[in-house]
């Protein structure tokens, strides 16, 4: 039996302000109405008889990952939750454990980041199928990708041998990504490939070479997994004995070491979307080579990525620019810079600004609220709340909020009382009451909030009853964080 297992935990900072810590750019629409993150599971979902799909994720976006996935073409998927980012080899050792734990015999995993895009399926059918017979024969293999052009932002593989009765071949080595020049240089020796991301090997054969090569991963893992616990959506492996693991990835824990190694053309266009200039190639172009989406104008602009997500964006006399517009951000970058950014992004982390990690408009699993405005002690917020939601019962130390029905009926918990509110009623509640906010009609809730107090944050919160399973009392220091709980 072949298994997929989808490793959606990336941050994508390469694509920032587009993509964020609360809401990376596999789980955005970037093309079809479909996430990338959903694309990969309809990809897989084409592969004849193929298991259970298992998603890798973080705590943070268990509730983005669960609804996507309820969404999808596979909707059966078993999630498992990583405590903690430790690389790739520590998170597939995790699923190898639930592969071999649910199976009665061994399994082969077909491991797939969540954010490429691979637009020929037939291709990436047969190119899986031949992967398969390959594997069966307990090689680890690897996908590579004919370059089309000296790229720095991807890691190599060198080619070796052939491989007798396959399209593959043994692996000469594999590079870390290269300068400029030396990447020139393996485009012209054709010995070169590139390194997807993207493997497939047996669970037994996977777990064999762990212990041999990197046995404190293997160990971490396992206790890990033997340590588990098990609900009706999540599996949440211990942070305990997670922790307890190095970080490293797949290709430097496992795939430099072992001898059995594999490499197999990808017979499809790829993508990973990695970064600005990478997203830009698989935007239509217009006659000066632009790449636009939303409401822009340009004059005299060529070979420029331009995205207006909220406002008008104007660009005169640009070239080779990426332009992109967010309601709380402007990215203005050279597109050869493009693979730049992560630093900038380091840097505003180091700043405590809010604009790495969220959005305006911030997802819950009661639905949504987008900030409008704020100012000393006052903050505006439209909050959307999804049909038969609620969010959870709870109070706050520092803030009164005022909720105004603007779509909807309400039903509200303040204090002792409950009512109903309809579309222009109001309400006020007071510091310290405790407090809760349910949709009870038949279309989505839409209020505005206002709030008012000497501390506005987030995690002033205090959960008396959640629904989600969220934690009943969030970090009350008056400073920034990084947790983003949904």
């Known amino acids: 039996m072949l298994i997929p297992v989808i490793l959606a935990g990336g941050s994508g900072t390469r694509l920032w302000p587009l993509s964020r810590e609360s809401h990376p750019k596999q789980f955005i629409s970037l093309f079809d109405g479909q996430s990338l993150f959903q694309n990969t599971l309809a990809r897989v979902a084409e592969i004849p008889g193929c298991g259970t799909p298992i998603v890798?994720?973080?705590?943070?976006?268990?509730?983005?990952?669960?609804?996507?996935?309820r969404q999808s073409k596979r909707p059966d998927c078993a999630i498992l939750l990583e405590p903690m980012f430790k690389g790739t080899a520590p998170a597939v050792a995790l699923a190898a454990m639930h592969a071999l734990n649910e199976c009665d015999e061994d399994v082969l995993l077909l491991v797939l980041p969540s954010d490429h895009v691979i637009s020929d399926i037939k291709g990436f059918l047969a190119t899986v199928s031949e992967g398969v017979k390959v594997a069966q024969r307990g090689k680890l293999?690897?996908?590579?990708?004919?370059?089309?052009?000296?790229?720095?932002?991807?890691?190599?593989i060198q080619k070796g041998e052939a491989l007798a009765g396959s399209t593959g071949f043994k692996i000469g080595q594999f590079v870390e990504k290269p300068n400029l020049s030396t990447a020139k240089t393996?485009?012209?020796?054709?010995?070169?490939?590139?390194?997807?991301?993207?493997?497939?090997?047996?669970?037994?054969?996977?777990?064999?070479?762990?212990?041999?090569?990197?046995?404190?991963?293997?160990?971490?893992?396992?206790?890990?997994?033997?340590?588990?616990r098990f609900s009706e959506d999540f599996i949440r492996p211990s942070s305990n004995e997670f922790d307890k693991s190095p970080a490293d990835s797949i290709d430097y824990a496992v795939m430099e070491k072992t001898i059995n190694g594999a490499m197999i053309p990808l017979q499809s266009a790829w993508n990973d979307v990695?970064?600005?200039?990478?997203?830009?190639?698989?935007?239509?172009?217009?006659?000066?080579?632009?790449?636009?989406?939303?409401?822009?104008?340009?004059?005299?602009?060529?070979?420029?990525?331009?995205?207006?997500?909220?406002?008008?964006?104007?660009?005169?006399?640009?070239?080779?620019?990426?332009?992109?517009?967010?309601?709380?951000?402007?990215?203005?970058?050279?597109?050869?810079?493009?693979?730049?950014?992560?630093?900038?992004?380091?840097?505003?982390?180091?700043?405590?600004?809010?604009?790495?990690?969220?959005?305006?408009?911030?997802?819950?699993?009661?639905?949504?609220?987008?900030?409008?405005?704020?100012?000393?002690?006052?903050q505006v917020k439209r909050i959307t709340v999804a049909v038969s939601q609620k969010l959870s019962l709870q109070r706050h130390h520092h803030r009164s909020e005022h909720w105004v029905v603007v779509k909807g009926t309400a039903r509200v918990t303040r204090g002792e009382e409950v009512f109903l509110l309809s579309e222009n009623q109001s309400t006020y509640i007071p510091i310290g009451v405790n407090h809760r906010l349910e949709?009870?009609?038949?279309?989505?809730?839409?209020?505005?909030?206002?709030?008012?107090?000497?501390?506005?944050?987030?995690?002033?919160?205090?959960?008396?009853?959640?629904?989600?399973?969220?934690?009943?009392e969030k970090n009350n220091e008056h400073k920034a964080t990084t947790e983003v709980e949904f």
């Open 56 to 69: 890798m994720g973080s705590e943070q976006h268990r509730f983005l990952i669960a609804e996507q996935v």
């Open 141 to 156: 293999v690897t996908f590579g990708i004919e370059p089309t052009h000296p790229e720095t932002g991807y890691g190599y």
């Open 186 to 228: 393996y485009i012209e020796s054709q010995q070169y490939w590139w390194n997807s991301g993207m493997f497939l090997f047996s669970a037994g054969a996977f777990v064999q070479e762990l212990m041999l090569h990197h046995p404190a991963i293997f160990d971490a893992a396992k206790a890990a997994y033997c340590d588990a």
């Open 274 to 378: 990695g970064a600005w200039d990478a997203l830009a190639e698989l935007i239509a172009k217009d006659q000066q080579g632009n790449a636009i989406q939303g409401d822009v104008i340009t004059s005299h602009t060529q070979n420029s990525l331009i995205q207006a997500n909220h406002r008008l964006v104007v660009t005169v006399g640009v070239d080779n620019l990426v332009v992109v517009e967010t309601p709380d951000a402007v990215l203005i970058l050279d597109k050869s810079k493009a693979q730049e950014i992560k630093p900038i992004v380091n840097q505003m982390r180091d700043n405590a600004r809010k604009e790495v990690i969220f959005h305006r408009c911030v997802n819950r699993p009661w639905g949504a609220f987008e900030s409008i405005d704020d100012g000393e002690r006052f």
């Open 439 to 472: 949709n009870v009609g038949k279309i989505p809730l839409e209020i505005i909030e206002v709030q008012s107090g000497a501390y506005l944050g987030e995690d002033d919160i205090v959960r008396l009853d959640d629904q989600y399973g969220r934690s009943p």
